[in-house]
């Protein structure tokens, strides 16, 4: 259930639009306030269209610590700076909640995004204490608020966390796709700007042929034609920044390079 501009686009690529901290979270800056969070969001929304991104996902990357459940004010702000930005984006557009799968999909249908990407099923011991999901319950709850449109990428290597399931990477790929009904599979490093091992991709890609294989953590320039060899797709956030620092601006330069090279793939 991919958007059908990404349907129809060989190897594409979906770049990370990072919030700054949210009102609440330790690194919330009281001075710059919600009006520099819009500001941060557009500049970086405008870089990566502007220089041939495929795709873009707004994520809360920076309300830190992480937590289970989302707070009321990350949600508000999401929605509310999406929403403004609704007339500026071109590209489809998907949202991220750390880690919190159900409050993904309001803000998706809140302000039409066609995806989302969450870890929704397994069991973790991870920074944030023990992970448990609950498949089953999100997939009511898309029902629920007629999201059905919203497609829902799995995110089967947790960062930050170690997976207490022993099933062998590619069966648990398998697994999802069959019984919880993944839209997309992705495969992670061990946190964010790592990037998973290319026998790892490999092994997930060769069991899963019916929906894409995405490549969700650490792509880079100088990695992403080997990974996009085996995978159907990746998403780019570290690696599409200023100095390859996940936390500052995207840098418009690192975004044409990259895309230049993703084209030779086409």
């Not at 949210?22 to 500049?43: A, H």
Request: with cysteine.
């Amino acid at each position: 259930m991919l958007p059908i501009q990404l349907m129809n686009k060989k190897k594409f690529v979906i770049g990370m639009v990072h919030f700054p901290a949210c009102p609440g979270f330790t690194l919330y800056d009281d001075n710059k306030g919600i009006q520099w969070i819009l500001e941060r969001v557009r500049n970086d929304l405008i870089a990566l269209q502007e220089n041939g991104i495929d795709a873009v996902m707004f994520c809360n990357e920076n309300d830190r610590p992480y937590s289970f459940q989302a707070d009321f004010a990350t949600v508000a702000v999401m929605s509310r700076v999406i929403g403004e930005l609704q007339s500026s984006i071109r590209v489809p557009f998907g949202v991220d909640v750390l880690w919190d799968a159900k409050a993904a999909l309001a803000i998706a249908k809140a302000t039409g995004a066609s995806f989302i990407r969450e870890v929704v099923t397994g069991v973790y011991a991870s920074d944030m204490g023990l992970w448990n999901t609950n498949v089953g319950e999100l997939f009511k709850y898309r029902k629920l608020i007629e999201a059905n449109n919203v497609a829902i990428f799995f995110n089967i290597m947790a960062e930050f966390a170690y997976s207490l399931d022993r099933r062998p990477i590619e069966f648990v790929a398998k697994s999802v796709v069959f019984s919880s009904m993944a839209d997309a599979v992705l495969v992670s490093g061990p946190m964010t700007g790592q990037p998973p091992e290319v026998e790892t991709v490999k092994k997930v890609k060769e069991v899963i042929t019916d929906v894409p294989v995405i490549v969700n953590t650490g792509v880079r320039e100088d990695n992403v034609q080997e990974l996009l060899s085996i995978a159907d797709g990746v998403i780019v956030g570290t690696g599409l920044k200023r100095d390859g620092i996940t936390w500052n601006p995207v840098d418009p330069e690192r975004v044409r390079r990259f895309m230049r090279k993703v084209e030779t793939l086409r």
